[in-house]
Protein backbone atom coordinates (compact mmCIF):
# COMPACT_ATOMS: atom_id res chain seq x y z
CA UNK A 1 0.00 0.00 0.00
CA UNK A 2 1.46 3.39 -1.03
CA UNK A 3 2.23 5.63 1.45
CA UNK A 4 -0.84 8.75 1.57
CA UNK A 5 0.62 12.12 0.74
CA UNK A 6 0.24 15.25 2.98
CA UNK A 7 -2.52 17.35 2.03
CA UNK A 8 -1.40 21.51 0.83
CA UNK A 9 -3.38 22.33 3.99
CA UNK A 10 -1.53 19.58 6.24
CA UNK A 11 2.17 20.97 4.64
CA UNK A 12 0.79 24.51 5.29
CA UNK A 13 0.59 23.94 8.71
CA UNK A 14 4.12 22.16 9.05
CA UNK A 15 6.10 24.89 6.93
CA UNK A 16 4.03 27.57 9.29
CA UNK A 17 5.83 26.28 12.23
CA UNK A 18 9.19 25.64 10.82
CA UNK A 19 8.90 29.04 9.35
CA UNK A 20 7.51 30.68 12.52
CA UNK A 21 10.38 29.15 14.40
CA UNK A 22 12.99 30.67 11.74
CA UNK A 23 11.78 33.97 11.77
CA UNK A 24 11.77 33.94 15.96
CA UNK A 25 15.34 32.45 15.91
CA UNK A 26 16.36 35.35 13.08
CA UNK A 27 14.73 38.34 15.08
CA UNK A 28 15.70 36.50 19.23
CA UNK A 29 18.46 39.74 19.42
CA UNK A 30 16.07 42.07 17.57
CA UNK A 31 13.29 44.88 19.34
CA UNK A 32 9.61 43.88 18.88
CA UNK A 33 8.93 45.51 14.93
CA UNK A 34 6.14 47.22 16.18
CA UNK A 35 7.06 48.61 20.27
CA UNK A 36 10.94 48.60 19.51
CA UNK A 37 11.50 47.48 23.07
CA UNK A 38 13.27 44.07 23.45
CA UNK A 39 11.35 41.21 24.84
CA UNK A 40 11.66 37.52 25.24
CA UNK A 41 9.36 34.88 23.63
CA UNK A 42 8.32 37.13 20.37
CA UNK A 43 5.91 36.37 17.97
CA UNK A 44 6.08 36.17 14.53
CA UNK A 45 3.43 38.82 13.56
CA UNK A 46 3.33 39.50 9.82
CA UNK A 47 2.75 42.98 8.02
CA UNK A 48 0.39 41.64 5.80
CA UNK A 49 -2.09 38.94 7.75
CA UNK A 50 -2.35 35.44 7.32
CA UNK A 51 -6.23 35.83 6.77
CA UNK A 52 -5.98 38.53 4.24
CA UNK A 53 -2.70 37.80 2.21
CA UNK A 54 -2.20 34.30 2.19
CA UNK A 55 0.18 34.26 -0.43
CA UNK A 56 2.69 36.23 1.82
CA UNK A 57 2.72 34.11 4.81
CA UNK A 58 5.93 32.65 4.09
CA UNK A 59 7.18 35.72 3.25
CA UNK A 60 10.88 36.94 5.65
CA UNK A 61 9.80 40.73 4.64
CA UNK A 62 6.67 40.34 5.70
CA UNK A 63 6.65 38.64 9.31
CA UNK A 64 9.01 39.79 11.66
CA UNK A 65 9.50 39.35 15.66
CA UNK A 66 6.75 40.95 17.21
CA UNK A 67 6.09 40.89 21.01
CA UNK A 68 2.43 39.12 22.48
CA UNK A 69 1.14 42.56 23.65
CA UNK A 70 1.66 44.26 20.18
CA UNK A 71 0.43 41.40 17.66
CA UNK A 72 -2.40 40.23 19.58
CA UNK A 73 -3.68 43.00 21.38
CA UNK A 74 -2.86 46.26 19.90
CA UNK A 75 -4.63 47.55 17.54
CA UNK A 76 -2.39 50.28 16.20
CA UNK A 77 0.19 47.90 16.34
CA UNK A 78 0.66 48.29 12.16
CA UNK A 79 1.22 51.84 12.57
CA UNK A 80 4.60 51.63 14.33
CA UNK A 81 5.55 47.68 12.06
CA UNK A 82 5.12 50.20 9.11
CA UNK A 83 7.66 52.54 10.21
CA UNK A 84 10.05 49.85 11.96
CA UNK A 85 9.44 47.77 8.60
CA UNK A 86 11.16 50.24 6.65
CA UNK A 87 14.18 51.16 8.59
CA UNK A 88 14.56 47.32 9.04
CA UNK A 89 14.49 46.24 5.16
CA UNK A 90 14.84 49.38 3.34
CA UNK A 91 12.27 51.25 0.96
CA UNK A 92 12.89 49.25 -1.91
CA UNK A 93 12.04 45.84 -0.05
CA UNK A 94 9.03 47.55 1.52
CA UNK A 95 7.71 48.69 -2.07
CA UNK A 96 8.13 45.49 -3.62
CA UNK A 97 6.63 43.51 -0.58
CA UNK A 98 3.20 45.63 -0.92
CA UNK A 99 3.48 45.26 -4.84
CA UNK A 100 3.31 41.34 -4.18
CA UNK A 101 0.27 42.21 -1.91
CA UNK A 102 -0.97 44.14 -4.32
CA UNK A 103 -0.71 41.47 -6.98
CA UNK A 104 -2.05 38.81 -4.66
CA UNK A 105 -5.13 40.69 -3.89
CA UNK A 106 -5.65 41.48 -7.70
CA UNK A 107 -4.56 37.65 -8.70
CA UNK A 108 -4.93 35.28 -5.87
CA UNK A 109 -2.55 32.29 -4.88
CA UNK A 110 -2.51 28.78 -4.44
CA UNK A 111 0.10 27.61 -2.93
CA UNK A 112 1.32 23.85 -4.60
CA UNK A 113 2.63 20.78 -2.80
CA UNK A 114 6.17 21.02 -4.29
CA UNK A 115 6.59 24.42 -3.18
CA UNK A 116 5.41 23.97 0.54
CA UNK A 117 7.90 21.17 0.44
CA UNK A 118 10.40 23.13 -0.98
CA UNK A 119 9.81 26.23 1.70
CA UNK A 120 9.73 23.37 4.51
CA UNK A 121 13.57 22.05 3.71
CA UNK A 122 14.77 25.47 3.35
CA UNK A 123 13.44 27.05 6.20
CA UNK A 124 14.76 23.97 8.68
CA UNK A 125 18.17 24.37 7.07
CA UNK A 126 18.08 27.92 7.47
CA UNK A 127 16.83 27.36 11.06
CA UNK A 128 19.59 25.04 11.39
CA UNK A 129 22.13 27.34 9.97
CA UNK A 130 21.01 29.84 12.89
CA UNK A 131 20.89 27.30 15.89
Not at 29 to 58: E, M, T, W
Not at 115 to 124: P, R
Request: proline content about 2%; hydrophobic content about 30%; charged content about 35%.
Amino acid sequence: MAKKQKTVAKLKQELQLIFNAYIRKRDEDKPCISCGLHKQNKQAGHFFSVKGYDGLRFDPDNVHGECAGCNCFDESHLIYYNENLISRIGIERFRNLKDKAYDYKKNGYKWSRSELLQLIEKYKQLLKDLE
